[in-house]
């Protein structure tokens, strides 16, 4: 599972307060000994403890994180604890307390996808894909995995994917399995990836060498004619569905015979709720 690394989380802690809090130190309350419990307001898939708790360390409080990121927990679970003086923990609860809300909301709904998906085919994975916020990758891997699913590909330089917007740029009077052998000779490591819309085009990209074809915004049923289509085909290419995948549509792309789902839903889920008390120590 990926990890926000202590430069990352400095840097956020730096951006929130990056010289004084007058609040905490006009009411004379930094050096007064308190203790801070996150706790989880509703049902949730938990992401970001171990950073949150980190966070608190670096400004020098002590944490004791009681919950790990995956971990499925009801409203009420308390998720971490911290000792330290008033001072640094005002200075650390609202950019922690963020990140675990942001962070555990993608969880939660890359769960969802996950769970719907495996209930209707246990063979059926999820995949999410790099359309987060950008420079925020480091973030969006570590929710994904805490959800249970796997990054699509992390960037242009991990995977091979061919778009109509590639093909279009290629010699038509060359048949399309020559252009896929030269890329597959090119990066021999790598499995060749090819998106079509259509069955015909998905059956085109499967004859011409394609290993794994990715349909896009196909309704699940079509997903269902591409997949027995391809149950004819040796070597059989995987079976990716992309385009408009969620919680309340995942079981039926998984039963008509889809080997991976590729959404980008989990990032636009809203963050859950965390709520943090503080008293004295």
């Keep these: 599972m990926a990890h926000l690394r202590d430069e990352e989380l400095a840097r956020i802690l730096l951006d929130d307060c990056p010289h004084s809090d007058p609040t905490t130190d006009g009411l004379n309350i930094a050096d007064v000994p308190a203790v ?42 308390l998720l971490l604890e911290v000792r330290g003086r008033g001072g640094d923990l005002h200075r650390t609860y609202k ?12 969880a939660t709904a890359t769960r969802a996808i996950v769970d719907a998906a495996s209930k209707a085919n246990p063979g059926c994975r999820v995949a999410c894909t790099r359309k987060h916020m950008p420079e925020m990758k480091s973030w969006a891997l570590r929710a994904i995995h805490a959800g249970g699913a796997a990054p699509h590909r992390l960037g242009l330089s991990d995977y091979i994917l061919v778009f109509d917007e590639h093909r279009a740029l290629l010699d038509p009077s060359v048949p399309l399995a020559e252009h896929f052998a030269r890329l597959k000779a090119s990066a021999p490591e790598r499995r060749l990836a090819a998106e079509a819309s259509t069955l015909d085009g998905a059956l085109e990209l499967a004859q011409a060498g394609a290993e794994i074809v990715q349909v896009d915004k196909m309704p699940p049923e079509q997903v269902g004619t591409v997949a027995a289509a ?52």
């Excluded at 801070?36 to 949730?44: P, S």
């Excluded at 949150?52 to 360390?57: D, P």
């Excluded at 950019?95 to 993608?106: D, F, H, N, R, Y």
């Excluded at 549509?249 to 503080?278: F, M």
């Design 95 to 106: 950019m922690a307390q963020t990140l675990m809300e942001i962070l555990s909301g993608i």
């Design 36 to 77: 801070a419990k996150l706790t989880a307001r509703g049902d949730m898939v938990v992401c970001g403890v171990e950073e949150a708790a980190r966070m608190f360390e670096l400004s020098g409080a002590q944490s004791q994180p009681m919950m790990r990121s995956g971990a499925s927990v009801p409203a009420g679970t």
């Design 230 to 281: 391809f149950a004819k085909i040796s070597p059989r290419p995987r079976l990716a569905a992309a385009g408009g995948i969620n919680p309340t549509n995942a079981a039926a792309y998984a039963a008509a015979g889809a080997d991976l789902l590729v959404t980008s839903a989990p990032y636009y889920a809203p963050p859950r709720d965390v709520k943090v008390t503080i008293t004295q120590a």
